[in-house]
Structure formats: structure tokens, C-alpha cells
């Protein structure tokens, strides 16, 4: 299972900080992405790390403003997103998928999936 939260209302320019925790036990190589969908629009890859942390992918409308961390493979995954503009507003959902790949960025590329957290940017 996957929890993600830290969602909310943020103005323009601001920061926020989502975090996803798994449970449950997919294996301990599972890696760990971050999509978003806004209303209207399809789901969106945002960023993904890998079971250690040392592999990162971004998509190309956060590289620069998000990072993607976790500590180890069963340590929270966060999702630091600073200078947040309107079109960032979506909900966001955490995805897991058994092993880590620099190509895997589409939501069928994810085999488990969590809730997600509503983020509004207001101007």
C-alpha cells in the first residue's frame, strides 16, 4: 500500500512537500515515482527515485524546481517541489514498481498505486 500526503493550498512562487509511504512489502527493490493529473488532462509523469536513492528521474516541467529523495528503501519518499507556479496545480498520486528503470515514466510503467493529494497553486 501507498500513502501519499502533504498536499494543500500554496500561493505562487511558494514550496510544498509531498511524501509517500509504502507498506505492505513490495520487495525491496521497488522504485518510487510521483505523476500527477490535472482535471482535463492526462496523468502526467513528475519524478521517480530508485529502491537506494541514487537514481533520479524528473520530468521535464519540474526539472529544476522538484527534487525526489528517499532515505533507503523503506524510508519515506518526498517530494520537495519549490517555485510552484498555476500549472502545477493537480492532484498528485505516488507509484511503485518492482525495479528501477530510467525509461519507466508512464503510468502503465507502475504496478502499485496510492491516493492522491490535492495541490492548488493560487496567483
Known amino acids: 500500500q501507498l500513502q501519499a500526503s502533504g498536499g494543500g493550498l500554496v500561493q505562487a512562487g511558494g514550496s510544498l512537500t509531498l511524501s509517500c509511504v509504502a507498506s505492505?512489502?513490495?520487495?525491496?527493490?521497488?522504485?518510487i515515482g510521483w505523476f500527477r493529473q490535472a482535471p482535463g488532462k492526462e496523468r502526467e509523469f513528475v519524478a521517480a527515485?530508485?529502491?537506494?536513492?541514487?537514481?533520479?528521474k524528473y520530468g521535464d516541467s519540474v526539472k529544476g524546481r522538484f527534487t525526489i529523495s528517499r532515505g533507503s528503501a523503506w524510508s519515506p519518499v518526498y517530494l520537495q517541489m519549490n517555485s510552484l507556479n498555476l500549472e502545477d496545480t493537480a492532484t498528485y498520486y505516488c507509484?511503485?514498481?518492482?525495479?528501477?528503470?530510467?525509461?519507466?515514466?508512464?503510468?502503465?510503467?507502475?504496478?502499485?498505486w496510492g491516493q492522491g493529494t490535492q495541490v492548488t497553486v493560487s496567483s
Open positions: 507509484a511503485a514498481r518492482n525495479y528501477w528503470s530510467r525509461y519507466a515514466v508512464t503510468p502503465a510503467s507502475f504496478e502499485w
Open positions: 527515485v530508485s529502491w537506494s536513492g541514487n537514481s533520479t
Open positions: 505492505g512489502g513490495t520487495g525491496s527493490t521497488y522504485a
